[in-house]
């Protein structure tokens, strides 16, 4: 490779790069926030505070926030359940909206019954270890 | 400014800095507590909680503590509710009484409507995860 | 003491030691789990919890994990419920199982009542801010 093309390629990567680079410096603040019950006013009130945060003015534009239900939690992520709007208002503000497998093997759910844009952990327990071990707060609301 | 004014002003400062160094030197421990209920027992219980901590025999004097209060927690610092003895109680042992500002605009609660001695914080949740970026840790009751 | 025994002697303790620095050594993730409910299904989930996290494929062998209780929580502990096997089970998998000693004074119950298995703390507040300075992760199920 000539010098010319390596450095063209350098420069492409940075370009592509930055704005990687750049979200990841923003979000200082780093949240994991527990869903474990089923119960309408707990889920509604979860998703609430999470907005809350997000638009806390000292962490605005620099904090990202990840939900993880376990157990009874997995009802918000439901289909047949009226949470849709809220959970997606969520995620155009890049909430990640994670489900716990252990959940749904323990109440034999399908992930074709919850939102296609849920995404999934081994387990939620785990997940909250990980992910404060790395650094991120945990709420539980 | 002399040789002379200098170093009587460094030694000023020094001497009044020096009661904040060691207070902040002495509180090894850090804890934020959530308070989200307007449920008695769990408020009394709460409360009862941060005096315990304060009382371990391996944290006394070596904790700072901050309680915050979102959502129905609110209740805890009403006027017209029965815990401003409890309260003053922990504040006099340095506990730092919180709420969430997003609470009294969502539930129209004035701050005349609260103890005079309640400080407030722009978002509960928003202040549960700065604090824990800060190094403080975290209890739900 | 010649220098063959001394030597014989240092050989002896690093063999001792030897399994125990390598246990220390793959507990990466360590988490405090919080009882505070005399609830039966709380405390069945909380065990279970546990149990999913010691079985996540990320922490398998890797996770040392505390059980606090306290407030309604020792209820899961005395001799009179119905949880020793399945803290048993948790024990057998390295689960440190742990009473707060404020909640038998408070509640008049002594030592006895309890499963002999069990560890105390002088508090369970204590006790969770204690380990998540030294970098625990906390988990209130």
């Not at 990687?20 to 923003?26: D, E, L, N, P």
């Not at 609430?48 to 000292?58: F, G, Q, S, T, V």
């Not at 919850?114 to 785990?126: A, D, E, V």
Request: hydrophobic letters at 35%.
């Amino acid at each position: 490779m000539s010098l010319k093309k390596f450095a063209l390629l350098s420069i492409c990567c940075l370009i592509f790069s930055l704005p990687y680079a750049m979200s990841q410096h923003k979000a200082k603040y780093k949240a994991v926030y527990q869903l474990n019950s089923d119960d309408d006013k707990t889920i509604r009130n979860t998703l609430r505070n999470i907005k809350n945060a997000l638009e806390d003015p000292r962490l605005k534009g620099k904090v990202k926030i990840e939900l993880v239900a376990h157990g009874g939690g997995v009802t918000a992520y439901k289909k047949d359940h009226p949470y849709e709007t809220l959970l997606k208002e969520l995620q155009d503000k890049g909430v990640i909206l994670v489900e716990c497998e252990n959940t749904l093997r323990e109440r034999n759910i399908a992930k074709e019954e919850l939102f296609p844009f849920i995404q999934y952990t081994p387990s939620g327990n785990g997940e909250l270890i990980i992910k404060q071990k790395e650094g991120w707060a945990y709420v539980h609301p």
